[in-house]
């Protein structure tokens, strides 16, 4: 009886077939070719079936928010850290991990943000070309934290140091007439009231 390969040898054998997978797909409105899920499955698809080689999702953790559009909309933003399970014919496995994030005005974003993390551990996994910029071409600087930036920072570190309520010390600036805190250009004041709260008991 032949004995059947491990899921390390069944894996490498579908890297050996996808050398591959182009940039198929067109976004119009950003005017660029991209390589989405259902390209990257096609391709992958095939050899995965053909060397007995299944792959099992598991969610590990899902977080969103939603957000205005400049147009008036509302959109969801989702961000998933996904494991998969990766099986052999022999039935012997080892798992990865990898994350997607995604946007969509409906109730789509989280299975698009599950779509984006699924085609990143295909194309990682299997070391497929992605004829994608280097991440180290680019280069920026943060952009320099103001005064009032790091008092208010300062003020939210001394709270939760001393455990009080950040929105106590809100309403406490704003009563004493500094106005709102997270708008407040008025360093004296933030720090002044950070010294307050620092000498209390």
Same mark, same amino acid.
Do not use: C
């Given at each position: 009886m032949? =004995? /059947?390969?491990?899921?390390?040898?069944?894996?490498?054998?579908?890297? !050996? =077939?996808?050398?591959? *997978?182009? /940039?198929?797909?067109?976004?119009? &409105? &950003?005017?660029?070719?991209f390589?989405? *899920?259902?390209?990257?499955?096609?391709?992958? #698809?095939?050899?995965?079936? +053909?060397?007995?080689?299944?792959i099992?999702?598991?969610?590990? @953790?899902?977080? @969103?928010?939603?957000?205005?559009?400049?147009?008036?909309? &509302?959109?969801?933003?989702?961000?998933?850290?996904?494991?998969?399970?990766?099986? #052999?014919?022999? #039935?012997?496995?080892?798992?990865?991990?990898?994350?997607?994030?995604?946007? $969509?005005?409906? $109730? /789509?974003?989280?299975?698009? !943000?599950?779509?984006?993390?699924?085609?990143?551990?295909?194309? &990682?996994?299997?070391?497929?070309?992605?004829? +994608?910029?280097?991440?180290?071409?680019?280069?920026? +600087?943060?952009?320099? /934290?103001?005064?009032?930036?790091?008092?208010?920072? !300062?003020?939210?570190a001394?709270?939760?140091?001393?455990? *009080? $309520?950040?929105? =106590? !010390?809100?309403?406490?600036?704003?009563?004493?007439?500094?106005? +709102?805190?997270? $708008?407040?250009?008025?360093?004296?004041? *933030?720090?002044?009231?950070?010294?307050?709260?620092? #000498?209390?008991?």
């Amino acid at each position: 009886m032949t =004995e /059947k390969p491990t899921v390390h040898e069944a894996f490498a054998a579908v890297m !050996a =077939e996808v050398l591959g *997978i182009s /940039k198929s797909e067109r976004n119009t &409105q &950003q005017n660029f070719n991209f390589r989405g *899920i259902d390209a990257t499955m096609n391709t992958v #698809g095939p050899a995965l079936r +053909e060397h007995g080689v299944v792959i099992i999702p598991e969610a590990l @953790s899902i977080e @969103s928010e939603r957000y205005p559009t400049k147009a008036g909309g &509302q959109m969801r933003n989702a961000t998933v850290h996904m494991r998969y399970t990766v099986f #052999g014919p022999a #039935g012997d496995s080892f798992a990865g991990s990898t994350y997607g994030e995604a946007a $969509d005005a409906g $109730d /789509k974003a989280v299975s698009k !943000a599950q779509s984006v993390a699924y085609r990143t551990f295909l194309l &990682q996994g299997l070391t497929v070309p992605t004829q +994608e910029p280097d991440p180290d071409a680019d280069t920026h +600087e943060r952009a320099a /934290k103001s005064p009032a930036d790091e008092a208010r920072e !300062a003020l939210l570190a001394t709270l939760k140091f001393k455990g *009080i $309520d950040p929105a =106590e !010390a809100v309403e406490t600036f704003r009563n004493d007439g500094n106005g +709102e805190l997270r $708008d407040s250009t008025d360093v004296d004041a *933030i720090r002044k009231m950070t010294e307050f709260y620092r #000498g209390q008991s």
